[in-house]
């Protein structure tokens, strides 16, 4: 992949000697933008950052190198910068959902998970998004996270609509219907959800046994128990096994 994109900088560079065309520089600022996500995929935020730089001094307006700038500043903790480079990518091009579906996220990781809600809705209005299950899934946590219950549920059930094996919302409604103490429900969506994950957490765990508890069948809840006391004997999901 990274063969293929320096061979179309090589070629826009040996055709722009003169000075880049308008549809060129754009071109440029896409492939250095992407290049830059491939860095930060790899966490090389230095050169992710000097792929941005160069994005942006082909083409100094380009949204989505202000996005991917500000996914780097998240990744290094960097907040105010990110928030301005959010910003920046909103102010240039106000429909992109990407950058709505990110700056959402930062917003709810930020604290300020009801602000977050409106950029997740902004994202979805676009009908050619690509991924809009990532968006309602993310509207759901950050409606879990301030205790808007039936808001998630909403959100988590649209997630599922647009992808219906998506793992995160199977358990998110898992958990929602075990607070519901819909315990039925809780064991449908959580036998869903670990039949597509390799590798249950001790938390995952621990919720199958109150599940299994609750519905009163004692052979899962054992089989949960002892898989949580192997897998992670000093967890706080398996003390409070060991205490209840």
Not at 154 to 166: G, I, M, P, T, Y
Not at 182 to 199: E, V
Not at 201 to 218: C, F, G, H, M
Request: charged letters at 20%; hydrophobic letters at 40%.
């Amino acid at each position: 992949m990274y063969r293929g994109i320096l061979l179309w900088l090589l070629i826009l560079t040996g055709c722009t000697s003169g000075g880049m065309s308008a549809e060129n520089a754009e071109k440029s600022a896409r492939i250095h933008t992407e290049l830059a996500g491939l860095y930060l995929e790899r966490a090389q935020m230095g050169m992710a950052l000097n792929e941005i730089d160069q994005s942006l001094a082909a083409h100094s307006n380009y949204a989505p190198a202000f996005n991917v700038r500000a996914l780097i500043h998240m990744a290094l903790h960097e907040d105010a910068e990110a928030e301005d480079d959010f910003k920046r990518s909103l102010s240039i091009d106000s429909k992109n959902s990407e950058t709505h579906s990110n700056y959402g996220w930062f917003l709810c990781q930020s604290g300020r998970e009801r602000d977050s809600i409106a950029h997740f809705v902004a994202a979805l209005k676009n009908p050619l998004y690509q991924t809009p299950e990532q968006a309602y899934l993310n509207a759901a946590v950050c409606s879990q996270k301030i205790n808007n219950f039936a808001v998630a549920e909403d959100f988590f059930q649209r997630a599922l609509v647009a992808r219906a094996d998506l793992p995160q919302a199977l358990l998110g409604l898992a958990q929602l219907n075990f607070a519901k103490q819909d315990f039925g429900l809780a064991k449908k969506f959580f036998n869903q959800y670990a039949a597509k994950s390799d590798n249950l957490s001790a938390e995952n765990l621990w919720l199958a046994v109150r599940i299994e508890r609750q519905l009163n069948d004692r052979n899962s809840a054992a089989s949960y128990s002892m898989k949580l006391r192997n897998l992670y004997p000093d967890s706080k999901e398996a003390r409070a096994l060991n205490s209840n």
